[in-house]
């Protein structure tokens, strides 16, 4: 098996139509992956999916608290069911990824180091950017972990710790974490996908980041992840 040459995005458009300066990013991908197959997923294509491949899950999807988690919990969904390319809209591509990928069943993008620092985390493995052939043990242990968890062990009032406890990257990483064929799968260094921390995007984004070390962020870089976060306040 490969990673099938799908690209999956998801916007709900319960918070309003994608805006278009995200268009734009998302246009990048199929730009440079002219050939390969891109899906658009909203609320009722994500809800009907779930309906007919998952219909023991919908009860958890439809009780999580915050529309977040849904759209966290459909990309694990989306890619062991059909596996392929999943990224957020705040992802500009760069180059293609067919080389990147070339030769793995599964690659998931690391964070930046310093925001494993800021969080006491030694890593953060980002859920925002994930490549997976379909059918791979590792997200089928991630949707097991969705089935099995106690979300109650988290405070819900806390959003920000909850999402990522729940079914954001903290939860991804703590199943890789307790995975035991680590070696069948690709972390992608955050050089390659993620070469911008959220404090650098914003200077970027206001135009107060130096050249020099712009370009040398990104020489490596496959993508750029610019943490826009609509979900959290």
């Known amino acids: 098996m490969e990673i099938p040459k799908i690209i999956h995005q998801v916007w709900s458009g319960s918070n309003g139509p994608l805006p278009e300066f995200l268009k734009e990013i998302s246009q990048t991908w199929i730009k440079l992956h002219p050939k390969w197959e891109y899906q658009f997923w909203d609320k009722d294509r994500m809800d009907n999916f779930v309906k ?92 097991q972990d969705l089935n099995n968890q106690n979300v109650l062990a988290y405070d819900a009032n806390d959003q920000f710790n909850y999402v990522l406890n729940t079914t954001g990257p903290y939860m991804l990483t703590r199943v890789y974490q307790s995975y035991k064929l680590k070696n069948q799968l690709y972390l992608i260094p955050s050089s390659m996908t993620s070469p911008l921390t959220k404090n650098e995007v914003g200077l970027l984004i206001n135009d107060r980041i130096d050249p020099c070390k712009l370009d040398e962020k990104i020489n490596n870089a496959f993508a750029i992840h610019y943490f826009f976060g609509s979900w959290y306040k």
């Open 52 to 143: 007919r491949y998952y219909p023991d899950f919908i009860s958890i999807y439809n009780g999580y608290i915050y529309d977040v988690q849904r759209w966290d919990v459909i990309r694990y969904l989306l890619l062991f069911r059909i596996g392929g390319v999943y990224v957020d809209f705040d992802y500009e591509c760069l180059k293609s990824f067919e080389d990147l990928i070339e030769g793995h069943s599964c690659c998931i993008g690391l964070d930046p180091d310093e925001h494993a620092k800021i969080f006491h985390k030694p890593y953060i493995i980002s859920n925002a950017l994930m490549a997976i052939e379909a059918g791979h043990p590792f997200m089928k242990a991630v949707i």
